[in-house]
């Protein structure tokens, strides 16, 4: 335990001090807040999906809900950022205690199929409303929070850092507190747990509050710091199955896993998608880029990275069912 | 009804058209060791369901402690002091042994500390304290039963109902199992057991009431019980005079 009081207290140092050793080069510090928006996502979803057990794939919907109602909040009432997020907050709750009254009745497989079902609700309903701004979604030109200067990036990278270490305080609390250990018995053998004397539902729909609320702050952050969203970025199912597979490769039901699962996922999708290691190759001479290898490397593989994450998914799911963090525990 | 810790009062519980309890009815006393036996598919563990929340009643009525509980969750059932085990155990199998029982204990306090004060001193009570860090899935079956037991018991219930605590069990192991549970009726439990094995039944039980598809076929103490023709014919088939 002291330990890992340890790594956290080193951990977050790190993570304070790291923009001012990349504070000049913006690609590095957009990256890195990829990887702590991703690292907070899945880190939340972690506390309904992994410590529950509650497989939701509709978490889009909760990080829509942070996103649209900033978005809106700014754009048509000119109000401040931080009111929107607690707006967003409310709304992603609303929603979520609509979904779990509905569909925590339903266990497993249905639970995550119905969980799809209310995402895409949402997310018609917002493509097809007026003042979401439908198909086209919302443009911000201009946006001021207090005297922070929002053209650098460094505001958002402390923003989502103190997002993902409260989702991380709430989920260490978790572990060792009473809620945590009914959550992990729901998830084990729900029949047993209510034997027990719990009450399944209310302990489903706390966990599912306190994963909407995270995530909603999330979607506020996100939209403030891209300026732009509509629904294909904001509230698409391929969102919700991002954070999932973010999750499960990390180690679903361990307090580091997700956060483990971005460090590794986000600058690897990142890394296929810019082509490092053809320009690489390139730049190095090993490769001529009008070979057929070149031509390869740069108009197949730069566009494959979604294939390339998908294999990894495959033979983590094969070879790590537990997660990268389950395997390296196994021996304890 | 005072005196009674449980009171089954004309119970139906129909799936479809199928009947599987019919009107039964008896009542359990305080501190009680209480048999319900029957052949396979008698309508016990069905009863048990209904008993503890599982199953809605199709009609009739369950007091327990002067309430009535046929309306009720299963988590309620358990908070008002009537706990359960399973006749298919179910542990928390990637929880440890300790926490399994922790579970249990956090139904009286919201305490870690205290939660797991009391979850080690069950384990002692069923003599599992040296498995505690262990994997609950990991366990054998006899220790699985054993660890049923300890964590039912950290809910601090006033009754416990046992669903074949003892069935797959060993006749060492069996015998290690009734000398707990005689040791929980003498912490203040009462007890209501559903049991295939006879010899279990008859050793330990105060009172019996055998089941047969879903209607009470006799009620009595274990010597009147054993000495029923209709529950040998019941046991042994018609066939047969013991």
Known sequence: MIKQSIISVVLLIIAIALPLVTGQNPYITGILISVLMMATLASAWNIVGGYAGQFSFGHAAYFGSGAYTTMIMISVFNSNPLLGMVLGIVVACLIALVTGSIVFRLRGHYFALASIAVAEIVRLTVLNLEFTGGAQGILLTDVTFFSLDLNSKNPFYYGMLLTLALTLAITAWFHKSKTGYYLQAIREDQDAAASLGINIAFYKNKSLLISAALTSIVGSIYAVYIRFIDTHAVLDLSLSIEIILTAIIGGVGTLWGPLLGAVLLVPLAEMLRSNILGDALFRLGVVSESSAIGMFLKDGLAHAHVLVYGIITVLCILYLPKGILGFFRRGK | ?242
Not at chain 2, 54 to 61: A, I, K, L, M, N
Not at chain 2, 109 to 121: D, V
Not at chain 2, 210 to 227: D, F, M, R, W, Y
Request: glycine content about 10%.
């Open chain 2, 1 to 242: 009804m005072i005196g009674h810790m449980l009171h089954i009062n004309h119970v139906n519980k129909h799936f479809g058209g199928n009947v599987a309890v019919s009107d039964v009815c008896f009542s359990v006393e305080e501190k009680q060791i209480f048999g319900l036996i029957g052949p396979n598919g008698a309508g016990k563990t069905t009863l048990f369901n209904c008993i503890t929340g599982y199953f809605p009643v199709t009609s009739g009525e369950i007091i327990f402690n002067g309430c009535i509980i046929n309306k009720k969750r299963p988590d309620e059932v358990c908070r008002l002091g009537m706990a359960r085990t399973w006749q298919r155990v179910k542990p928390l199998c990637n929880l440890s042994v300790l926490e399994n029982v922790m579970v249990g204990a956090f139904a009286s306090t919201n305490s870690p500390r205290k939660a797991e004060a009391m979850a080690r001193e069950e384990l002692e009570a069923v003599g599992l304290e040296k498995y505690g860090d262990k994997p609950a899935g990991s366990l054998p079956i006899g220790l699985k039963k054993k660890l049923e037991l300890a964590r039912v018991m950290a809910t601090s219930p006033k009754m416990l109902l046992l669903d074949e605590i003892c069935g797959g069990l060993n006749h060492t192991e069996t015998e290690t199992i009734l000398e707990i549970i005689r040791k929980l009726r003498n912490r203040g439990v009462t007890i209501v057991f559903i049991e295939h094995d006879m010899k279990a039944v008859t050793s330990i039980c105060d009172r019996i009431v055998v089941l047969n598809s879903g209607e009470k076929l006799a009620e009595g103490t274990p010597e009147e019980i054993t000495s029923n023709p209709e529950v040998i014919t019941a046991y042994l088939g018609g066939s047969h005079h013991a």
